[in-house]
T-cell receptor, first 111, second 112 residues
Framework: SQQGEEDPQALSIQEGENATMNCSYK?????LQWYRQNSGRGLVHLIL?????REKHSGRLRVTLDTSKKSSSLLITASRAADTASYFC???????????FGKGTMLLVSP | EAQVTQNPRYLITVTGKKLTVTCSQN?????MSWYRQDPGLGLRQIYY???????DKGDVPEGYKVSRKEKRNFPLILESPSPNQTSLYFC???????????FGPGTRLTVT
């Protein structure tokens, strides 16, 4: 399996704080994507970063990618209670026709 | 509204009774995929389809079948369900392989 791994497995913060989640992977990638899942619901795509990009922003989200370390981070700034969810990274691996998901980070944002 | 729909959303069945979970997308996407999600194991791909009549196995295909006769539909078939197939199932589609995926709402299956 080429599965990525998120770190930490769980994260608990207060509203207004920043949340940082990390993802490590094993093989060369074409792109890396982050998804959010509210409890028991379908995943929602957040952001895609290509292998030749180092940083990308979308609203309060900032994603970085370090292909030399085979790692990515997702930063959520000024978190809100509504950000409470599980966050998954997924890699589009070179030479494979599938998107490989990690096991996710559970984020709890307390009011 | 662009969406992926799955039916049924909840299903309780008995071992050995054949069932089909339907998946349909209205975005003219070429790529479709089925995943199962289990606690501690994350999301694992069962089967995927690059286009009509083109399907291939994912990481955990045993006990499942799929077909892609039309672009919009990608049903998941369990010929003889067993309790270890109790899981939360997601269908997803994307414009092409490697692009952002759109997920259905999920089907919670219990096999007793």
């Amino acid at each position: 399996s080429q599965q990525g791994e998120e770190d930490p497995q769980a994260l608990s913060i207060q509203e207004g704080e920043n949340a940082t989640m990390n993802c490590s992977y094993k093989t060369s990638i074409n792109n890396l994507q982050w998804y959010r899942q509210n409890s028991g619901r379908g995943l929602v795509h957040l952001i895609l970063i290509r292998s030749n990009e180092r940083e990308k922003h979308s609203g309060r989200l900032r994603v970085t990618l370090d292909t030399s370390k085979k790692s990515s981070s997702l930063l959520i700034t000024a978190s809100r209670a509504a950000d409470t969810a599980s966050y998954f990274c997924a890699t589009d691996n070179s030479g494979y026709s599938t998107l490989t998901f990690g096991k996710g980070t559970m984020l709890l944002v307390s009011p | 509204e662009a969406q992926v729909t799955q039916n049924p959303r909840y299903l309780i069945t008995v071992t050995g009774k054949k069932l089909t979970v339907t998946c349909s997308q209205n975005m003219n996407h070429e790529y479709m995929s089925w995943y199962r999600q289990d606690p501690g194991l994350g999301l694992r791909q069962i089967y995927y389809s690059m286009n009509v009549e083109v399907t291939d196995k994912g990481d955990v295909p045993e006990g499942y079948k799929v077909s892609r006769k039309e672009k919009r539909n990608f049903p998941l078939i369990l010929e003889s369900p067993s309790p270890n197939q109790t899981s939360l199932y997601f269908c997803a589609s994307s414009l092409s392989q490697g692009r952002e995926q759109y997920f259905g709402p999920g089907t919670r299956l219990t096999v007793t």
